[in-house]
């Protein structure tokens, strides 16, 4: 064996994305396939920059830690590369690297837009001669990507969101009477209203919370919100909103971009959660308060959903299997298996498929009014929170500990030159 | 026996203060002093109101479960009672429903304001002749209360502000080349800077974040503030900011109330954490993201603290042997024992001492630039995150069931009448 494997991490990145990192170097360590195992740092830029840290040099403790780490151990980037027609010197550079490294297996670890960068990259077999084997592995919060029935991350968001939503919602119901009658929680989900959903499984016989979800699925409309908040407060004396950022306007345009001057005539960040507090205040004189979630949701490792640390882990080592097959332009992805007690295996995917499709919440997803989750919802995704896979903590606090990262030598000229 | 007690939950609620409700009713139910555990609806005024929930009525399974279960079981309110000298009625009727339900013991469990609260009711003994024993217990995530160590709630907000900041400080340093490279944290303390602080925990050897805190304590200085935040960008790649929603300008006037108004002329509910990241923005043209923790922070029983939890039980088991003992105006505290090792015991503070009186971080615990926390803070910090209190789960989610609450049947006419 002669030949090294290259992993990296693309886009936003999630609590579990270290256990996928885990999967694949562990399962790739005792492969009699690979030479090295190699990471990029910074995901496709640590590969234009010949950045390839070298992970033999990590400890197996350092390895198996990652299964409880949160961020991107090697570090992510958003970087989408041109399309091979329009500037090919991208992806001359690639194959100069993969070259003076040995490095013939590639497994790029993101969503939509990273299995785009994947799948480019495994054209370098067909457009540059230079044979690869390459294999996304899904990752996103969003959920949104398809084939795949979930992808590594969102499971995790899921319950973390759907545990933030019940514990605020019992801290708003304790106090309503005399203090805050309105909590507005905002959750990620630019095009996708997965995370949003996942709010709604907390709603129970004996927890009318949350009353109101907003999806980026359904038109955001003002009059019709309010009324529905207004029922809420006189139904149950408080109402919980679980807004997702990427809600719109009958106009297409988003919420959050409300174009808002500050007393100086800068114009300010958006935001969804301050636009519909003051919405609230203003037309229903309710003391309101509102959380944003942003970073926190998708680090949250203390809080992650057993399934998807199995999910991410499993998937990490199916995508090694198939470079040791040497395929080339796929990605495991995870199938439901049809029956009563959730079940699941990996199958395969072609990354043109996956490419910069988007899956949206499916309207049967969603109460006819707009403003709530189906029964097909929670089946859909009850199975996805189960399970508490707690990190270690030491003082206190999570015990993370990062790898030390240490870079190979350059071989090549800087890049762009 | 014919003598009943009654406890009841005031101010803003936390992720234990049901454990303390646990503590009180556990102890007052094995006591041979009390004929009947009552709790008010919604604090004191549900004692106004004649809304008394009978806790007799409730399994011990239920009691037991109060330990695990955030928000107010028994509903909380913010209402301040005037002086007895400016309206007597308040008090006449506070003695009507003690003497028509044969209350004689009164357990009051909040912060500062509710202490007040419970410095008057003890008064009605000396003032209107009703023999009483008012016995406050503390609570107040702002950890502001005076005398005692610290207050229940606070630690395990501080467990979930440092995790929080430490896992989204994770998620920041990875993407920072190409992506988000500030972060900006909201946390509470309007007045205190104690939860803003526990931040600073996280902060090692491998961990550089958080890279400013801003507290309520030292004055807001715009210029400042971007050249720290300039700095750290430079030296770590990323900068995280942990900022009280406290945060003062030298006019004395709230950051947070920054007066903005939106597209439509509307004035725009504040946000410490929108203001910043607009200043961040437009000074240092740093993409930035930004966090508000909200009810999350207070709420988050998921991820409470061990210490905390054991003071919380403590606190209500002590109140109920001060109720024993007759005592009135007086509420325990937790001292801690000096040594190396972090030991505690419970003593005894005069209410009149407690009530309306507000602790702020001492100076010695913030940096000399203001930004940070230093050793001595740190040292007495770090013993009140220990330990991980988790609740149970049930099918994905914590399980956090309330009492059935049902009332006694009112032998008054309604008030005011």
Redesign the interface.
Known sequence: MTENILYA?SG??T?VINATACGVIKTARTSKRFKKVFAAK?GI?GVLNEEIIDTTRESSRIIDSLIH?????F?????KLRSIDDDISEYVRLVDVFKAHKIKYFLYNGGGDSQDTANKVGHLSSKLGYSISCIGIPKTIDNDLPITDSSPGFGSVA?YV???T???S??????A???TKV?L?EVMGRNAGWIAASSG??KSK?MSAPHVILFPEIQFDENKFIKKVKEAVIKSGYCVVVASEGIKRKDGSFVSD??????FG????G?V???L??LV??KLKFK?????????Q??????A?STDVKQAYALGEAAVRFAEDGQNMVMPVIRRIPGKKYRWKIESAKLSRVANVERKLPRSYITQNGFGITKKAKEYL?PL????E?PP?A????S???PKNELVTKKLPAFPG
């Open positions: 991490q936003g990145v609590s910074n830029l780490t949160p961020g991107g151990a570090g992510s980037c958003r970087y319950k759907a545990t933030s019940l514990e605020a019992l801290d708003v119901k304790s106090m009477e005399s203090s909590f929680f499984l907390i004996s409300a174009g808002s001057i500050d007393a800068h114009s300010q960040m935001g959660s301050p636009f507090a003051d205040k203003r309101c308060h509102w959380a944003v979630a942003d970073y926190l998708r680090s949250a490792r203390h809080l959903s009850l929170i189960q399970g508490e707690y903590y003082a206190g606090l999570p993370y500990s990062y």
